[in-house]
Every structure is written in C-alpha cells, then in structure tokens.
Nanobody, 115 residues
Framework: QVQLVESGGGLVQAGGSLRLSCVASGINFYRINAMGWYRQAPGKQRELVATILRGGTTNFADSVKGRFTISRDVAKNTVYLQMNSLNPEDTAVYYC????????WGQGTQVTVSS
C-alpha cells in the first residue's frame, strides 16, 4: 500500500525557518508524476502550497513565493518543503500529496508560527 509520512513540523517564532519532509513507501518513486504540499488552517479549506513535477518544474502559491522551496531526493524517496521567513499566517497542518497516477495523502504535520 502506498504511504506518505510527513515530519519536521513544530513551533517556530515569526521570521524563523522549518524544513518539512515527506517519505514515500509502497511505490517506486520514479512512478510518481508529481508531488506537492498542501496546508489547512483552522476554519479554512485545504489549499495548495507548492508542487514539483516529474521533470523538476516547481510551482508555488503566491502567498509563499520567495519564502518556500520544494525539492526532492529520489534516492531517499523523499520530498522536502523548506520554509523561510515564516509568519503567523503560515500556521496550519501541512499535508504531503502524490500523484502516481491516483492521488495519495499523508496524515499531516502541524506547523505553528508565533508572533
């Protein structure tokens, strides 16, 4: 069974940084067409944060451009989200997503940014 496991969330002060990791198992990483990070804040709909496609093309939500970077390590079956210059508006549960095809989700990791 395909499984995505996120890690790296936590509490950070405004202006700080965190790096989230998502490890994929149960599927050959080369079969994944795209991976992404979504987030959901309390009372809000889940929103797309960043994606990385098979060929390496990346896309970011306007709210995180210039602050977040998405990358991958094929040998480790892992995708990362580097988050810099965090602000309280970034507080949310962050979810890893993969399309192989089919859509898979991790359980999420909490990111809390204090002012």
């Amino acid at each position: 069974q395909v499984q995505l496991v996120e890690s790296g969330g936590g509490l950070v002060q405004a202006g700080g940084s965190l790096r989230l990791s998502c490890v994929a198992s149960g599927i050959n990483f080369y079969r994944i067409n795209a991976m992404g990070w979504y987030r959901q804040a309390p009372g809000k709909q889940r929103e797309l944060v960043a994606t990385i496609l098979r060929g390496g093309t990346t896309n970011f939500a306007d709210s995180v451009k210039g602050r977040f970077t998405i990358s991958r390590d094929v040998a480790k079956n892992t995708v990362y989200l580097q988050m810099n210059s965090l602000n309280p508006e970034d507080t949310a549960v962050y979810y890893c997503n993969a399309e192989a095809p089919g859509r898979y989700w991790g359980q999420g990791t909490q990111v809390t940014v204090s002012s």
